[in-house]
């Protein structure tokens, strides 16, 4: 029974989260009265209703921008060489590590009135006043583009690396051209990694908090802000909770319209009934809804006489693309390698470009106990949440991908609960559990509330590897005699190696960068690295955030490396897995 394998993952969601989440549900509907006032309070307001609109028009718009950018990307970086695809993923991977508080910041530098845009602008003489380009929604689109970009692309690559490029190869041997192999071969193959990486950017740009809040106006609040006001405020968990419950209401919905199947089944199960219905239509109806299918024979004709024609010349797509790769990893690493030069400086605050070059902040960072113990006590709550979440989320994520379709979905859906709430919520919600657990203020209740959301991202990774993953490998090892657990060990997980990975180091960073729910479940007893980061941004801007960020750009570098080693040592044993199954 393959859903037992989801039992642990599940056993954690509901001690932590879920009857917490039940019990604020009932107190946002006031039990035992049961009454709606909470609701009807919310949507009686006109203000509310706008920051409900406002917060699903800037995640729509993010999502669709990070699509946009990190498909070609994504697609890029799967074609090109060994070496060079590795390069780019770790240059992907490197941003989202360092701290998402201090990347705030540094476009906050970029963008600010006196920051390198308009210093650059007012020096050159192209304009006599500052550009407003902060406290906007541009700056907000901006910020949490970058943010959210590497979690669209690492489900694309995991997808797009599964994906067989013989089947290009035969539709273009067919006469195909290649945007037609593109759009009719890859693409549909493709759309498991697309459904995923924009469910999972959707669903996380509902709950921002810290970055609208840094780089938006006053009218670009979303309702993690309204609800941060409200604990703010009254903390009345009535109003929170039903603001919470609306907000997860849309995530469902979305949720419901696109599906969460992702293990393939249902975009196979949709184009069926596509096909099915396209066939008991007239022919000349279903011509009138594809045009291009007129010319089918024009088309085949050609196609015929240029068959064994050569190729024509790529180099102005070649460039193409190595131009948009450019600007992407630009638009990655610059905010990096802004806090990286302003790490340098002598003064006495955040500045670009440096009044002059000094260490005084790395010697400020390894001279204060509260900055390295906070940061150890980071990388230990990291390294012990990527790999708790990894192995029940693998776990979860393999056994929902051998259920049934229609149980299948309703799973996914609870294990994305906690990344459709709002991130102070969670908070919440965890806090509520832990109190009754009475681990409030100690790093094993850190540990179970970062572990709800990181499993979310683990099964998604996991599950859109999944997709792309062949069982008849499985059925003829078992046929050979192979143990379930041999099969899995020897077969299944060497081959769903590469979103396994993914899904821990995102488990990682997902940790690692945790504000909001550690502020509230940990108290004053356990101090991070980001929340100390977050006091010292609202307090002081001490220049230390910047070398603390460069520091911390050296971990993936080092960790990615390691995996990498282990990685190419093990490909020898899968390409003798793949000629030998295990009998």
């Not at 946002?28 to 609701?39: H, K, Q, T």
């Not at 099964?459 to 008849?472: C, G, K, P």
Request: aromatic fraction near 10%; hydrophobic fraction near 55%; include cysteine.
């Amino acid at each position: 029974m393959p859903i037992v394998l989801t039992v642990p993952a599940f056993a954690v969601l509901l001690v932590v989260f879920g009857i917490p989440l039940i019990l604020l549900f009932l107190t946002s509907i006031n039990a035992p009265a049961f009454s709606l006032a909470n609701y009807q309070m919310f949507f009686g307001q006109p203000a509310n209703v706008h920051v409900l609109y406002q917060t699903i028009e800037i995640s729509v718009v993010a999502t669709a921008i990070c699509l946009l950018i990190g498909y070609p990307t994504a697609y890029l970086i799967v074609g090109a060489s060994k070496h060079r695809r590795v390069a780019l993923i770790v240059l992907v991977i490197i941003p989202y590590l360092t701290s998402g508080l201090a990347r705030t910041y540094a476009w906050i530098v970029i963008l600010g009135d006196r920051g390198l845009i308009n210093n650059l602008l007012l020096d050159l003489g192209i304009v006599s006043s500052p550009l407003p380009l902060i406290y906007n929604r541009t700056a907000v689109y901006i910020g949490m583009v970058h943010i959210m970009l590497p979690m669209m692309i690492l489900p694309l690559i995991s997808v797009m690396m599964g994906i067989d490029r013989s089947l290009m190869a035969a539709g273009r041997s067919m006469g195909a051209r290649p945007f037609d192999t593109f759009w009719r071969v890859f693409f549909p193959l493709s759309m498991p990694g697309v459904r995923s990486g924009s469910l999972l950017v959707f669903v996380i740009c509902l709950g921002f908090y810290i970055t609208p809040a840094a780089l938006g106006g006053l009218g670009d609040a979303m309702l993690s802000t309204f609800i941060a006001s409200q604990v703010q405020a009254s903390f009345n968990i009535g109003r929170i909770g039903a603001a919470a419950f609306i907000l997860l209401g849309v995530a469902v919905v979305v949720l419901s319209m696109f599906g969460v199947d992702l293990s393939g089944t249902q975009g196979r199960t949709a184009q069926s009934t596509r096909n099915a219905w396209r066939s008991r239509l007239p022919s000349s109806f279903v011509m009138k809804l594809h045009p291009g299918e007129l010319l089918t024979t024009l088309r085949a004709k050609r196609w015929t006489a240029q068959l064994y024609q050569a190729g024509g010349d790529s180099n102005w797509s070649n460039i193409v693309g190595t131009i948009f790769l450019v600007l992407v990893m630009f638009y990655l690493l610059f905010p990096e390698l802004l806090v990286v030069v302003m790490s340098f400086s002598a003064g006495r605050f955040l500045e670009f470009p440096p009044s002059g070059l000094s260490l005084q902040w790395y010697r400020s960072f390894f001279g204060d106990p509260s900055w390295y113990n906070a940061a150890w006590v980071s990388i230990q709550i990291g390294i012990v949440v990527a790999i708790l979440s990894t192995i029940v989320g693998t776990l979860a994520a393999y056994g929902i991908n051998r259920t049934l379709p229609r149980l299948r979905s309703s799973l996914t859906m609870v294990i994305l609960t906690p990344i459709t709430v709002p991130v102070i919520v969670v908070g919440i919600v965890a806090y509520l559990g832990l109190l009754k657990l009475g681990l409030l203020g100690s790093m094993a209740g850190i540990i179970l509330a970062h572990s709800i959301g990181a499993l979310g991202y683990v099964v998604v990774i996991v599950a859109a590897t999944l997709a792309n993953f062949d069982q008849r490998l499985e059925q003829a090892a078992k046929s050979m005699r192979a143990r379930p657990l041999q099969t899995f060990v020897r077969v299944t997980l060497p081959l769903i190696r590469p979103g396994i990975i993914g899904g821990a180091v995102l488990a990682f960073l997902s940790s690692f960068d945790e504000v909001v729910v550690t502020s509230l479940v940990g108290g004053f007893a356990i101090r991070t690295l980001p929340l100390k980061m977050w006091e010292d941004i609202r307090h002081q801007i001490d220049p230390t955030i910047a070398a603390v960020s460069s520091l911390l750009m050296l971990l993936p570098v080092l960790s990615l490396i390691v995996l990498y080693v282990t990685w190419w040592r093990s490909s020898p044993g899968a390409q003798r897995l793949l000629a030998n199954p295990p009998t």
